[in-house]
Nanobody, 127 residues
Framework: QVQLVESGGGLVQPGGSLRLSCAAS????????MGWFRQAPGQEREFVSA???????????DYADSVKGRCTISRDNAKKTVYLQMNSLKPEDTAVYYC?????????????????WGQGTQVTVSS
């Protein structure tokens, strides 16, 4: 089993920045895909970013078009933690942000591909 706990959300003005963290515990391997999704009221959960295991024990970062160039995902395997640095935030980034794990090392953008989920952290971008 894998447990995930997000932190770092909050209220920020347009153009501001936030850094989300997701601490994992339990049986988790460095090769697992770790991702971020978000869900705004009345909308489906959508992919934001993921860090995916690649050949040579490296990772590549994948981003949704809506956040590309504004967000950076990183992971610290020793701490079992994944981060999402978000810059130049816009009101449309307002949502609950969820951390998720895919143990099959996939690169899907569908939330259905992920088995484990955190409780979420609220991000509100407003002046």
């Amino acid at each position: 089993q894998v447990q995930l706990v997000e932190s770092g959300g909050g209220l920020v003005q347009p153009g501001g920045s936030l850094r989300l963290s997701c601490a994992a515990s339990g049986r988790i391997f460095n090769s697992y895909t770790m991702g971020w999704f978000r869900q705004a009221p009345g909308q489906e959960r959508e992919f934001v970013s993921a860090t995916v295991w690649s050949a040579g024990s490296t990772y590549y970062a994948d981003y949704a078009d809506s956040v590309k160039g504004r967000c950076t995902i990183s992971r610290d395997n020793a701490k079992k933690t994944v981060y999402l640095q978000m810059n130049s935030l816009k009101p449309e980034d307002t949502a609950v942000y969820y951390c998720a794990v895919d143990p099959r090392r996939g690169s899907s953008h569908s939330y259905l591909a992920y088995d484990y989920w955190g409780q979420g952290t609220q991000v509100t971008v407003s002046s």
